[in-house]
T-cell receptor, first 117, second 115 residues
Framework: AQKVTQAQTEISVVEKEDVTLDCVYE???????LFWYKQPPSGELVFLIR????DEQNEISGRYSWNFQKSTSSFNFTITASQVVDSAVYFC??????????????WGLGTSLGVNP | GAGVSQSPSNKVTEKGKDVELRCDPI?????LYWYRQSLGQGLEFLIY????????KSGLPSDRFSAERTGGSVSTLTIQRTQQEDSAVYLC?????????????FGAGTRLSVL
């Protein structure tokens, strides 16, 4: 069975702090993809990153970085020097097993991040 | 269009009424998804359309829920005889399906309130 666990329900930090959002996944597939999405208060989910299972290199994009470790089935997301605009719910997702041409994402329950000034 | 468009943004209805929610995907995207997001919950998959293939309806919670996609573009999600537990935000996403699991682009959602 495929599953995504985001153990942190809510995190609150003060602006400029670094924060790491955890994501642990379960899958029996040898090829899979992992995603992070951001859902700000406006409600629209925004794609942040996609990583395939063969690429374990860490990725950095500005203040955002991702640490993918197959050995621990984790794909953690770090925001450096957080800002109030980073306040949102962050979702981790896993590409599910294909059934024909169908593709579904398996979603975690999200981590609500609040950044206070 | 520039992004995924959903209408209406908010819908209040009475229990037992039927509602229709609309999704206009990004032009050229062949795949379209509907999700439901209840308060404080993650995304619950409802249905998936891919080109002319039969849709994956495996996530529809009951036979009161149905969806169609006309001309491979606009989709309508219909909920018949609405119940209070149907209250949620209904999200639509589209993807290009260019190979490999796709990046899904989301609309802002329709917030449905069943009184």
């Amino acid at each position: 069975a495929q599953k995504v666990t985001q153990a942190q329900t809510e995190i609150s930090v003060v602006e400029k702090e670094d924060v790491t959002l955890d994501c642990v996944y379960e899958t029996r597939d040898t090829t899979y993809y992992l995603f992070w999405y951001k859902q700000p208060p406006s409600g629209e989910l925004v794609f942040l990153i996609r990583r395939n299972s063969f690429d374990e290199q860490n990725e950095i994009s500005g203040r955002y970085s991702w640490n993918f470790q197959k050995s621990t089935s984790s794909f953690n997301f770090t925001i450096t020097a957080s800002q109030v605009v980073d306040s949102a719910v962050y979702f981790c997702a896993l590409s599910g097993r294909n059934a024909g041409n169908n593709r579904k994402l398996i979603w975690g329950l999200g981590t609500s991040l609040g950044v206070n000034p | 269009g520039a992004g995924v468009s959903q209408s209406p943004s908010n819908k209040v209805t009475e229990k037992g009424k039927d509602v229709e929610l609309r999704c206009d995907p990004i032009s050229g995207h062949t795949a379209l998804y509907w999700y439901r997001q209840s308060l404080g919950q993650g995304l619950e998959f409802l249905i998936y359309f891919q080109g002319n293939s039969a849709p994956d309806k495996s996530g529809l919670p009951s036979d009161r829920f149905s969806a169609e996609r006309t001309g491979g573009s606009v989709s309508t999600l219909t909920i018949q005889r609405t119940q209070q537990e149907d209250s949620a935000v209904y999200l639509c996403a589209s993807s290009l399906l260019a190979g490999g699991p796709d990046i899904q682009y989301f609309g802002a959602g329709t917030r449905l309130s069943v009184l």
